[in-house]
T-cell receptor, first 114, second 118 residues
């Protein structure tokens, strides 16, 4: 069966420090991968999605970047964190071409920038 | 572009009472429709989905949802709420991109937070 792993679960970082959040998927190949951010009371905001290795689409201009160095690995990064980067970050995957499958989400990372 | 509206930001019900969470979408054709649940500090879990066929779909944890094309709605229901149902619920609409890459995106509503009174 397919599983998605996201870590760390919680992170407290100072302003101006770098960030790296990792997401990996097991039990499937060539998935679509997504990074979402959830700020309090603001629902889910799609940050990036990827349809393949090295292919990243950015939905929102911001202080963050994403990379997909391997088929089932998706990394969210920042060179210098801002206070506004605080939030709950969710990784998700979906299979290619099956729109009725929906997304499967990881358990999330709570990022607090201090 | 498609959109999803969940008109209720916060709903409070008593344990054992019935529940209906509203979801309306805007799109020119019938999209794929989903309901997700998120417990505090957790990721989103799929409750149920609709993509064709019977307009009343059953999901996990005793939830069901009914697709009404004429109203562009996909409301979530449960006949008797349990305290463990307290969570945030998200409705989502899915469409297949025409890029040929086989990718697609879900558009999520802003969520409805459910509180349950014991």
């Amino acid at each position: 069966s397919q599983t998605i792993h996201q870590w760390p679960a919680t992170l407290v970082q100072p302003v101006g420090s770098p960030l790296s959040l990792e997401c990996t998927v097991e039990g499937t190949s060539n998935p679509n991968l997504y990074w979402y951010r959830q700020a309090a009371g603001r629902g889910l905001q799609l940050l990036f999605y990827s349809v393949g290795i090295g292919q990243i689409s950015s939905e929102v201009p911001q202080n963050l970047s994403a990379s997909r160095p391997q088929d089932r690995q998706f990394i969210l990064s920042s060179k210098k964190l801002l206070l506004s980067d605080s939030g709950f970050y969710l990784c998700a995957w979906s299979p290619k071409g099956y729109s009725n499958y929906g997304y499967t989400f990881g358990s999330g990372t709570r990022l607090t920038v201090v | 572009a498609q959109s999803v509206t969940q008109p209720d930001i916060h709903i409070t019900v008593s344990e054992g009472a019935s529940l209906e969470l509203r979801c309306n979408y805007s799109y020119g054709a019938t999209p794929y429709l989903f309901w997700y649940v998120q417990s505090p500090g957790q990721g989103l879990q799929l409750l149920l989905k609709y993509f064709s066929g019977d307009t009343l779909v059953q999901g996990i944890k005793g939830f069901e949802a009914e697709f009404k094309r004429s109203q562009s709605s996909f409301n979530l229901r449960k006949p008797s709420v349990h305290w463990s149902d307290a969570a945030e619920y998200f409705c989502a609409v899915g469409l297949k991109e025409n890029s040929g890459a086989g990718s697609y995106q879900l558009t999520f509503g802003k969520g409805t937070k459910l509180s349950v009174i014991p």
